[in-house]
């Protein structure tokens, strides 16, 4: 393949996935067809098919950047030092604020709550981790606490998302560190 079949490769693919956003605007992904969006893209079928086999398909590798993109945030996270954990926790939620509209229509338009739980899934074992220490000889919890406080995190990222973002990401990270860490502080699970 040379450089100008690549490149008309990519905009194929960009066009298809910057109208897919756009019709997921007005429509849930399940309500778009192949033709929909081969015709907001200005593309033909043919085109689409060489591609892709369906329109979920293009919603999955959206969907699995901004996991991935997620993930990476939190992929570091160092357990003893709060101030990194609240950076960390940060630098996600200003991602998610840069790209609100796509996580938006991401978390719409999840099946079943599909993109939320593979959200929670992708943070929990940073957050694990997170805690091991702090339960001392209760470590055993340290998952279910996890799940616990990023599914707790993910619904107060919502709400932020649904009403305008006026936290900023600090002040958010800064609560959400305070909600994970204070009641678990005492080692107070017996």
Excluded at 49 to 54: A, E, G, H, S, V
């Amino acid at each position: 393949m040379n450089v100008s079949d690549n490149q008309r490769v990519k905009l194929s693919k960009r066009l298809l996935r910057e109208s897919l956003i756009r019709l997921l605007e007005q429509h849930h992904i399940y309500e778009i067809t192949v033709s929909q969006l081969c015709t907001a893209a200005q593309i033909n079928r043919s085109t689409f098919y060489k591609y892709y086999d369906n329109v979920r398909e293009i919603y999955e590798e959206i969907e699995n950047e901004a996991l991935a993109a997620c993930a990476a945030c939190v992929a570091t996270v160092e357990s003893h030092d709060k101030e990194a954990v609240i950076k960390r926790v940060e630098e996600l939620l200003a991602h998610i604020k840069e790209n609100a509209d796509l996580f938006r229509l991401l978390l719409e338009n999840s099946k079943d709550g599909e993109f939320s739980y593979k959200l929670v899934e992708n943070t929990v074992g940073a957050v694990t981790k997170m805690y091991k220490p702090v339960l001392g000889s209760k470590k055993k919890y340290a998952q279910y606490l996890s799940l616990f406080v990023v599914s707790g995190a993910l619904s107060v990222m919502k709400k932020w998302l649904d009403t305008g973002m006026k936290e900023s990401p600090h002040e958010l990270a800064k609560l959400l560190m305070f909600i994970a860490t204070e009641r678990f502080s005492n080692n107070t699970i017996s």
